[in-house]
């Protein structure tokens, strides 16, 4: 049997289909897991950094 190594797309816990979501706190809307958020997930508040702006006291250092 041969495994196929996946290329490192995405971290192994957040798989295509089953990503967590969140929902907005600016828009209330819901959003889904992105790669670009892998490194602080836990700290995104925000569907996009246009409605992070948008409140404005929320902000990271950084
Ligand atoms: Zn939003």
């Known amino acids: 049997m041969t495994?196929?190594?996946e290329p490192d797309a995405?971290?192994?816990r957040y798989r295509k289909g089953n990503l967590p979501t969140?929902?907005?706190a600016t828009?209330?809307?819901p959003?889904?897991?992105r790669r670009k958020w892998a490194r602080d997930w836990d700290a995104v508040r925000h569907?996009?950094?246009r409605c992070r702006r948008a409140r404005g006291r929320d902000?990271?250092?950084g």
Request: charged share 35%; with cysteine; net charge positive.
């Open 47 to 49: 569907c996009s950094e």
């Open 31 to 33: 959003f889904a897991w």
């Open 22 to 24: 969140k929902v907005c």
């Open 3 to 5: 495994r196929r190594r």
């Open 10 to 12: 995405e971290p192994p």
């Open 27 to 29: 828009c209330a809307r």
């Open 59 to 61: 902000a990271p250092s």
